[in-house]
C-alpha cells in the first residue's frame, strides 16, 4: 500500500512538472519576473506585497514594470507606488526553456579553438562580443535603435537567441574580451558560436517556484 501510495505521489509529481514546462512555454514570465527584465512580466497580479488592491486612472489596475523599474510594481493610492512581491525567474535566467529566445541570463563565454601544424588544437574561451558591436564580427541588425535589441534582450555580451531559425539555444558572435589574439583569429573564420555553458531546463527545480501556484 505504502509503495502504491509513493508512487502515485511521483506521478503527480511528474505530470506537475510537465504541465509547468508545458505552461511556462507559452506564457513566460507570468508567475515571476527576470532579472534585469522585469518590464518583461506578463503576470495579472492585482495587489501588492502587502495585499492591498492595486489601482489606475479608471479603477482596479494590475502589476507591471517599465524599463527603470527593478521589479513589478503598482499604485496603491494616486501617485503611491508599492512593490508587488512577485518572485524572480529561475527559468531563462539560470537556464533557457525551448530554443533560447526567452533567455535573459548573465553567460558571456564561448569554446574556441586553435590548430597549429595541423596536429596540436589548443582549446580556449571567448567572450560574447556585443550585441551592438562590428569588432572582431561584423554582423547586420543589431544595432541600439534596432526593434530585435529589446525583442530578444540583446544588452551588453551576454548571449541570447534572436535568430532561432537557425538557433536551438542561445548564442553569440565572437568577441575579444580574453584571449584576444586568439579570439581575433577564431572570429576570422567563426563569426559566431552557441554558448556551451548555458544550460536547458530540464530539471524540476525549475519549474516549481511559481510562488507555490503550482
Known amino acids: ?3 502504491r501510495s509513493l ?14 514546462k508545458s505552461y511556462y512555454a507559452v506564457f513566460p514570465n507570468v508567475f515571476c519576473y527576470l532579472q534585469d527584465y522585469a518590464h518583461e512580466y506578463k503576470g495579472k497580479r492585482a495587489q ?24 513589478p510594481q503598482c499604485y496603491i493610492e494616486d501617485g503611491l507606488l508599492s512593490p508587488c512581491g512577485i518572485p524572480k525567474c529561475i527559468w ?4 533557457y526553456s525551448q530554443n533560447g529566445v526567452n533567455y535573459r541570463g548573465d553567460e558571456t563565454t564561448i569554446n574556441a579553438t586553435k590548430t597549429s601544424y595541423m596536429i596540436f588544437t589548443k582549446h580556449f574561451n571567448c567572450t560574447c562580443e556585443s550585441w551592438n558591436d562590428d569588432f572582431p564580427t561584423k554582423h547586420p541588425g543589431t544595432h541600439p535603435r534596432d526593434a ?28 575579444v574580451g ?3 589574439d586568439l579570439c581575433e583569429d577564431f572570429a576570422k573564420t567563426t563569426a559566431s558560436e552557441v554558448c556551451p555553458y548555458t544550460k536547458k531546463c530540464t530539471t524540476e527545480k525549475y519549474y516549481t517556484q511559481a510562488d507555490g501556484r503550482i
Open 92 to 95: 531563462d535566467y539560470k537556464c
Open 48 to 71: 501588492d506585497i502587502n495585499g492591498k488592491e492595486c489601482k489606475n486612472s479608471t479603477g482596479p489596475g494590475v502589476c507591471f514594470a517599465d524599463a527603470d523599474n527593478e521589479a
Open 148 to 175: 530585435g535589441m529589446d525583442k530578444y534582450g540583446l544588452r551588453s555580451v551576454y548571449c541570447r537567441n534572436p535568430n532561432p531559425e537557425k538557433y536551438s539555444q542561445p548564442w553569440c558572435y565572437v568577441g
Open 1 to 3: 500500500m505504502e509503495k
Open 7 to 20: 508512487k502515485t505521489t511521483e506521478t503527480k509529481k511528474t505530470e506537475q512538472v510537465l504541465a509547468a
Open 178 to 180: 580574453q584571449n584576444h
